[in-house]
């Protein structure tokens, strides 16, 4: 009997660490029962299940595939984080614009649909560690010199970019002995690099580029030349996921998750099956 009721005690005081250190050694200095105390971590936290909410026309972030199932970046990046938090994985579509009313309501715990993070949305939301960037690229056409993206390879050259933009900003600011040529739309300046006209390189956005030169209306023309360029002021501060700000712990978790799926290559996985030529 007085084997049983210790044994009861001891598991009601291994919640306090410091209480158990205290009875069990009682001689121990109370500093180093302290450390002890302070060593025993937390049981962690969880959650039986996440409600995302994403929207389904934006691929290869969200979209409906040719048999009807939701699928893309955003949302494998969900299920992976509510299968490494063992967590049940709800995911609602919803219109664009309906996707902020209703995190803000309690209707979805968060939203994964590449929200630009930008000063409005962080005063009412709270965003998660990224897990991607939207980097500018170059492109230049596959028969063409190499050309490395510096500001000494491009001088002279002609850079074509989206008139009014953020790359035209850039492309101005830190390649000024290149020619900038101007166009209305991203089309027309991917154009002018297929044909070989008006211009030797394009400047613009790495996924839609990456996207173009991996589909039919590029007609194999062209590929990335250099590497990415991710400067906040101009191309913005990356993609998280949107959460409540009256819901830390969630944002703590998720963060938790996001990089535990990078350090076990699953993050990798799902970069190269949506992205295979790298464009992050």
């Not at 389904?56 to 299920?79: C, K, M, Q």
């Not at 490395?148 to 002995?177: C, D, K, M, W």
Request: with cysteine; glycine share 8%.
């Amino acid at each position: 009997m007085f084997v049983q009721r210790l044994s009861g005690w001891l598991r009601f005081a291994s919640r306090t660490a410091l209480v158990l250190v205290l009875i069990v050694a009682p001689g121990l200095p109370a500093a180093d029962a302290q450390r002890l105390a302070n060593s025993v971590e937390p049981e962690p936290s969880r959650r039986v299940a996440i409600r995302f909410m994403t929207d389904s026309d934006y691929p290869p972030f969200h979209y409906y595939d040719e048999e009807g199932t939701l699928t893309g970046f955003n949302v494998d990046i969900a299920r992976a984080i509510c299968l490494e938090l063992s967590a049940a994985c709800d995911i609602q579509v919803r219109a664009w614009r309906d996707l902020l009313p209703a995190l803000k309501r309690g209707d979805t715990d968060a939203v994964a649909a590449s929200h630009a993070i930008t000063p409005a949305l962080l005063r009412e939301f709270e965003v998660t560690d990224r897990y991607y960037y939207t980097p500018a690229r170059f492109a230049g056409r596959r028969d063409g010199a190499a050309i490395a993206a510096t500001p000494e390879a491009l001088e002279g050259r002609r850079i074509g970019v989206v008139r009014n933009s953020a790359h035209e900003a850039y492309a101005r600011t830190f390649f000024p002995n290149s020619a900038i040529v101007t166009f209305d739309t991203a089309d027309l300046a991917r154009d002018a690099l297929r044909t070989g006209t008006d211009i030797e390189v394009v400047f613009g956005d790495g996924i839609g580029l990456g996207l173009w030169i991996n589909g039919t209306l590029s007609r194999g023309c062209c590929e990335f030349k250099g590497g990415p360029f991710h400067e906040p002021k101009y191309f913005g501060d990356g993609v998280g996921i949107v959460v409540p700000k009256t819901d830390p712990q969630l944002k703590s978790l998720i963060n938790q998750a996001l990089a535990k799926i990078r350090a076990s290559g699953v993050y990798e996985d799902l970069l190269l099956r949506y992205f295979p030529n790298r464009v992050f």
